[in-house]
């Protein structure tokens, strides 16, 4: 187990470094005028090189990709140009980051409990009512596009239960719509696959072996059914604190949460180069973390995983 | 017969043996002889589901009107801008009436011809971006499947991209390039290719050693015809998903990119513009018909091909097959 844990943590590693890598070098194509803020318009070409030379921009590439490690090493991801002129990335993120947490950590917990039970739900009555309104609601909250739903629940829900229609710090209510619009994603598919598995599971002969021993229908669905579909569920886990990442781009955005991912819609609109590069580079890692960690998880929910083998493209 | 003399074998042959027999249905169905095709097979299992039905003739429709639409008559143009002629001001934020079906923007421009120009945007984008996914990705995982050394590489190459959140992938993309609409295309293949190769590999990896694969070969059946006869229903049915998912997925997409900043030019009317424009007028309930409108045609057409793809995909499997 250990041994399987630190070899996949070294491949995540090489995989980050990679990502990195590229990541920075597709950064050096951005329009240039995102490192220059107001003053662009204002300045001749000569000014403009001379600027961009002082920034370390028109060094040779292997010399930029040295500086960039050198600095990431040591923690400074550079500072802001236009959203905050001046100000250190990592300041700026260390204001944002409790409120993206926090909404990532209540969504992800919000799906987890309606989801699963809603998939087994479906999973019991397969092709009756509740299977039917469950399918209805996966199908609307795949095929529209996020935008859409976030927009109308934001403008009705906040009529009928005169909610604040931004978020206020000070105003918990406020707090309520946004995590719960941002849980809708994940639970429907956590249902999707938990329906899935608890169906694939229950046609099985283990299965058909316990309820010939007379074993209760529902001590049957918990202690063997669930357990068995719950673990390729567990990969998904921390996957789907990534799925609030998308979720969450919108959400802050329209509630003006004060997060990472509204942060990250301002700064593209103002053409913030250097926020741009350190807030894709965060979200890239924790990409990559979160499969890592869905895969442990797994391994330890299942012993039956070999964890030796390697497994190509799931 | 023992006993008849004859001296040349071919004398005791019936001539009649070597007539051509004609094709009698009844008598083919006792003899296990079916005139199976599996595109005739595939429509007749699709067409059951009365649902996926109805949503084809409507999507076939809309589709339809979107092409046809501009060359109807009384149709108004979706970037002119008409002008109240009372106070020979912009006519801005007309409500719906016979004029104007879905009524004008805040610039004076009509709803109903932007809608249709949008989704006629919206689906070209869709289209492009499912076509090239499903070129791309059948044409490397087919190579990924097949080709035993190159398992590894891709493999890895997979690893690195699938890691990495498509939407951060998209939003780079976008950010570099410049917003348009080859980016946007661009962008949403490169996100969206790998899904399919993957799918398409791991299909491929499955059903090419099974027996019946081996026992063909031993037969003597060329390559082609195990691909086309043996490989391709079974990949058919997920190619078809996954090109019809892309469509509501590249819909999605553009109007997130709208949202965000790096969408198509206001100029070009798309349904990810006409969302964005409603959405900075919600605020006054009198006005919301300019998003409730596009945001109902959109997911009309969202759901629809959604719902399509799945049925599509069940139906085209063999498996379903009566």
């Known amino acids: 187990m250990l041994k399987y844990s630190i070899k996949r943590l070294l491949q995540s590693l090489v995989t980050l470094f990679i990502i990195i890598t590229i990541v920075f070098l597709l950064m050096r194509l951005m329009p240039e005028e995102g490192y220059f803020g107001d003053e662009f318009d204002k300045l001749d070409v000569a000014q403009r090189e001379a600027i961009l030379a002082s920034m370390g921009l028109r060094d040779p590439i292997h010399i930029q990709l040295g500086n960039f490690y050198k600095d990431l090493f040591s923690g400074d991801l550079g500072t802001s140009i236009i959203y905050r002129p001046k100000v250190p990335i990592t300041e700026i993120i260390a204001d944002k980051l409790p409120y993206s947490l926090y909404f990532g950590l209540v969504a992800m917990g919000i799906s987890l409990l309606a989801g699963i039970p809603l998939g087994a739900l479906m999973a019991r009555s397969k092709n009756k009512l509740w299977d039917k309104l469950g399918t209805g609601y996966i199908v609307f909250i795949n095929a529209v596009p996020a935008a859409v739903y976030f927009l109308f629940l934001q403008l009705y829900v906040t009529d009928i239960f005169k909610l604040p229609i931004l978020f206020r710090p000070d105003k918990p209510v406020s707090w309520i719509l946004p995590a719960i619009s941002m849980a809708l994603g994940s639970t429907a598919h956590y249902a999707m696959w938990m329906r899935r598995y608890m169906v694939d599971e229950i046609n099985k002969d283990y299965v058909r072996l316990a309820r010939a021993k007379g074993l209760r229908n529902q001590t049957i669905m918990l202690k063997h059914v669930f357990r068995n579909a719950f673990v390729p569920m567990a990969q998904y886990l921390p996957t789907s604190l990534l799925f609030t990442i998308a979720g969450s781009i919108y959400i802050e955005s329209l509630y003006s949460i004060p997060g990472m991912g509204g942060l990250l819609v301002d700064v593209i609109q103002r053409q913030d180069n250097s926020l741009v590069q350190a807030l894709v580079l965060i979200f890239s890692s924790i990409g990559i973390f979160g499969l890592f960690l869905g895969d442990i998880l797994m391994a330890i929910f299942d012993p039956r995983i070999n964890l030796q083998k390697k497994e190509g493209a799931r | ?322």
Not at chain 2, 128 to 136: D, N, Q, T
Not at chain 2, 304 to 318: E, R
């Open chain 2, 1 to 322: 017969m023992g006993s008849k003399a004859i001296s040349k074998l071919s004398d005791g042959i019936s001539q009649d043996l070597f007539e051509f027999a004609g094709y009698d249905e009844e008598e083919a169905k006792r003899a296990g002889y079916s005139n199976y095709s599996y595109w005739r097979s595939t429509w007749q299992v699709f067409i059951k589901n009365r649902v996926a039905l109805v949503l084809l003739i409507l999507m076939t429709t809309v589709l339809v009107f979107t092409l046809i639409q501009p060359y109807l008559p009384n149709q108004k143009l979706p970037t002119k801008i008409y002008i109240d002629e009372s106070t020979g001001m912009q006519l801005s934020n007309h409500k719906p009436d016979s004029e104007f079906w879905f009524g004008t923007n805040s610039i004076g421009q009509d709803i109903w011809a932007r809608i249709w120009s949008g989704t006629r945007t919206s689906l070209l984008i869709g289209l492009a971006v499912g076509f090239f996914e499903a070129l791309v990705g059948i044409t490397v995982g087919a190579m990924w499947g097949y080709i035993r050394p190159l398992d590894r590489p891709i493999t890895e190459v997979y690893n690195v991209i699938n890691n990495v959140p498509k939407t951060i992938i998209l939003i780079l993309l976008t950010y570099i390039m410049r917003p348009g609409l080859g980016t946007m295309i661009f962008a949403m293949c490169m996100t969206g290719w790998i899904n399919m190769a993957r799918f398409v590999r791991n299909l491929i990896i499955i059903i090419r050693d099974r027996e019946y694969n081996l026992a063909s070969k031993c037969l003597g059946t060329p390559t082609r015809r195990i691909i086309t006869k043996n490989l391709l229903p079974y990949l058919v049915s997920v190619i078809m998903l996954r090109m019809a998912l892309a469509i509501p997925l590249a819909i999605g997409y553009e109007v997130f990119l709208t949202y965000i900043g790096l969408g198509l030019p206001v100029s070009i009317p798309s349904l990810g513009n006409l969302i964005n424009e409603g959405r900075l007028l919600m605020m006054a309930p009198s006005l919301r018909y300019q998003l409730i409108f596009p945001a109902l045609v959109l997911s009309i057409i969202t759901i629809s091909f959604y719902v399509m793809g799945n049925v599509f995909s069940d139906a085209a499997d063999p498996r379903n097959h009566v």
